[in-house]
């Protein structure tokens, strides 16, 4: 009876020859397991040439992106480029969900590592010395009308910042080779400084008042605007990323990077810190030579959880399980944002990001992801096809990870036909 009603509902869409192969496909069929991590599939595309060193495009390696932030009601982006969409926005664009421009007419000298929002103002840090002819060494701040340095500036490559009151007013907190705090008049090591470098900072409150924490070589670090304290031993690698995060039990610090333990309890690439203890953060099934590079909390329409993007890697935990997105490529996203632009709330992902296939790839070091593989064209080939009809016949009933899930909703079934068929024999993409 299963067959039957398959059958009836697929003949007024698909050729009797395929009809035949379809349900020879179906006999022997059995659901696949699926593993602990669910799989999110779907499709990354960006609509132009990205963000790039040449005004056509990029077919290699150099330009990047460190760093994507919501501004002004667009997409700020950062890192080392020269061309946004193919027009000159070198190393800071904005996007406003179809096109790119400048964010204004003087832009930074060198590569930008850092941004950060706060009270209609967009601070930067990076490698730069001046904003147009206005000198501005590492740390910059765009009011929405003109930019402005801070002071003398500063050494080395800041890539992070944060805004803090201590107890003396808010002050601008900036980490790269030390970490430096901007009194207003002037620039100092913050507590005498953290030689072995700052790889990010954030605001998390452990109990006992908000404070400004700090990861490193050096490890994990607290500042509560009169002393340091380590927190929870070494990691035995490299942290590189914090984020505060509300897991249902109340927020706690996370701390993603290069590691297996921390202050000695088993943790690979994540941990979880209560104010008291480390602990594991379930089980991401990743392997120990992978470096988380950004932990971000976001909301990508279905709730707020926390992203973590490594090289090959993005996947997110909601408090109670982790889910992996399925990547095209083989470069580095660095760095995720959700974009709530025309098209509404969409995932985006940049680093040295290379999408298509040799040799009609291209860099555009920037993709959006579409949940799902909306036109049923799973082999990536630019059309609907007996191809893409094969690999869903091979994975019908499986649940997880499944590369024949056109709508992404973790199994494979009558839906996903529908939309294989609705589209087949059509171009997509």
Request: charged share 15%; net charge negative; aromatic share 12%.
């Amino acid at each position: 009876m299963y067959r039957v009603a398959l059958s009836s509902f697929l003949r007024p869409f698909i050729p009797s020859s395929l009809l035949a192969v379809f349900l020879c496909g179906l006999v022997g069929l059995t659901p696949q397991a699926s593993g602990q991590i669910q799989i999110i599939n779907g499709t990354w595309d960006w609509p132009d040439q990205g963000l790039t060193l040449f005004p056509e495009g990029d077919i290699d390696e150099g330009a990047f992106v460190n760093d994507l932030l919501p501004y002004g009601g667009r997409l700020a982006a950062a890192g080392g480029f020269v061309h946004a969409g193919g027009l000159l926005a070198p190393c800071l664009a904005v996007w406003d969900g179809q096109v790119w421009s400048a964010l204004s007419s003087d832009a930074p000298n060198d590569s930008v590592w850092t941004l950060l929002e706060s009270g209609g103002s967009l601070y930067l840090g990076g490698g730069f010395s001046f904003i147009g002819e206005i000198p501005a060494k590492r740390v910059a701040k765009w009011d929405g009308f003109s930019w402005s340095g801070f002071g003398n500036g500063l050494p080395g490559t800041i890539v992070s910042l944060a805004l803090w009151d201590d107890g003396s007013g808010v002050s601008l907190y900036a980490g790269g080779n030390n970490i430096f705090k901007w009194d207003g008049l002037a620039w100092s090591l913050v507590g005498g400084g953290i030689p072995s470098g700052v790889e990010a900072m954030t605001l998390f409150n452990d109990g006992s008042g908000t404070a400004l924490y700090i990861c490193g070589q050096g490890g994990v670090a607290k500042w509560n605007g009169v002393g340091w304290t380590s927190i929870g031993g070494t990691t035995g690698g490299l942290p590189n990323t914090l984020a505060v995060f509300n897991d249902g039990s109340g927020e706690k610090l996370y701390l993603g990077g290069y590691f297996t333990a921390v202050g000695g309890v088993p943790a690979v690439c994540v941990a979880r810190w209560d104010g008291e203890s480390w602990s594991a953060v379930g089980n991401p099934e990743l392997t120990p030579d992978v470096a988380i590079e950004q932990l971000r909390v976001l909301d990508d329409g279905s709730g707020p959880a926390l992203f973590a993007v490594a090289p090959g890697v993005l996947q997110k935990w909601d408090g109670q399980k982790w889910t992996r997105y399925v990547l095209p490529w083989q470069a580095g996203p660095a760095t995720v944002q959700v974009f709530d632009g025309p098209a509404g709330p969409m995932l985006h992902i940049a680093g040295s990001i290379d999408l298509g296939e040799y040799p009609q790839h291209r860099y555009t070091n920037i993709a959006r992801f579409t949940r799902g593989f909306a036109c049923g064209d799973f082999n990536r080939d630019g059309v609907t096809d007996q191809k893409d009809l094969g690999i869903l016949l091979a994975v019908f009933n499986c649940t997880g990870t499944c590369s024949g899930d056109a709508d992404g909703d973790g199994d494979v079934d009558q839906a996903d036909l529908g939309i294989l068929l609705a589209h087949f024999g059509q171009k997509c993409g």
